[in-house]
Every structure is written in structure tokens, then in C-alpha cells.
């Protein structure tokens, strides 16, 4: 068995081990038969409660309908969850109180009682630099092969 032979049937143990453990988690893209529906079935019955509660006609006998299908996935584990997807917004961010009236941004908070700090005078001048007096060196000795007659003795 060569090596590319070795290696393709790694990978095929490897992507049966990882499709194993992602059915076992439910991470899986796939859903069971009927899940799908109550996905459905909620977007439809959320459209039936806007349109009742902005006053619009709805029909009694879908909203049994929507909510007996929905009964009957919930009894069979079919419905996946009951979480909201949207969250409202955080208190004091604007939008609408509770009689529906806009409502603005909060003011900003008082001043505080202490006054800010000066700020840094423009007349005092920067204290001068440190003056060193230049340190002579002495450059290095040249190396020893510079020093020698170039015959190697």
C-alpha cells in the first residue's frame, strides 16, 4: 500500500469519525422529517397575530388549523425550539414606551460639582537639554594580520 493509498483511507476514517460525531451532537445541517414545517407553521401564525393585533381580518379557522398542526409536531419532539431569534431593544435606546408614544434620548447626565483641571501653562518655557561634553575614544588597534609583512610570518 502506498502512501497516497494510506492517506486517502485516513481521510475517509477521519470523515466518518467527524460525520459520527456531528450526528451524534445534532450540529448537523440536516433536520428530521417534519421540523422544517414548524418553522412554517410559526412565521404563519406570527402573521396571523400582527395582522389581529393592527386590527386587519384574519381567519379563525387557520389559526385552529396552524395551532393544532403545531400541537401535534410539538407532541411528536418536532419542534426544535421555542427561543425568540429577535431580543428588544435595551432600555433608554429610544423606540416606543409602553403607550406608544416615540420617546427621545434620555438628557445627558448634571455636571459634576468639581471644576475640570487648568490646563498646562503655555508660558513656561521647556527646561533645556542635558549638554555632555563630547568623549573623545581612541579608534581600536588594527588587526593583527594588518600588522604583519603579508608573508604569513
Avoid at 417534519?34 to 396571523?48: T, Y
Avoid at 568623549?135 to 593583527?144: D, F, G, L, Q
Amino acid at each position: 500500500m502506498g502512501f497516497l493509498d494510506k492517506a486517502k483511507a485516513a481521510a475517509t476514517d477521519l470523515a466518518a469519525k467527524a460525520d459520527t460525531a456531528l450526528a451524534s451532537s445534532g450540529l448537523t445541517g440536516q433536520r428530521p422529517p417534519g421540523s422544517g414545517d414548524a418553522e412554517k407553521l410559526f412565521r404563519d401564525l406570527g402573521v396571523l397575530t400582527y395582522l389581529e393585533s393592527t386590527g386587519r381580518p384574519t381567519d379563525q379557522g387557520e389559526r385552529e388549523r396552524i395551532t393544532v398542526s403545531l400541537r401535534d409536531l410539538e407532541s411528536r419532539g418536532l419542534v426544535p425550539s421555542f427561543a425568540l431569534h429577535t431580543s428588544p431593544p435595551p432600555p433608554g435606546a429610544g423606540g416606543a414606551n409602553a403607550a406608544g408614544q416615540a420617546t427621545s434620548t434620555p438628557p445627558p447626565p448634571p455636571a459634576s460639582s468639581t471644576p475640570p483641571p487648568p490646563p498646562p501653562a503655555a508660558s513656561m518655557p521647556a527646561p533645556p537639554a542635558p549638554t555632555q561634553a563630547p568623549v573623545e575614544t581612541t579608534p581600536p588597534p588594527p588587526p593583527s594580520w594588518m600588522t604583519t609583512g603579508g608573508d604569513g610570518a
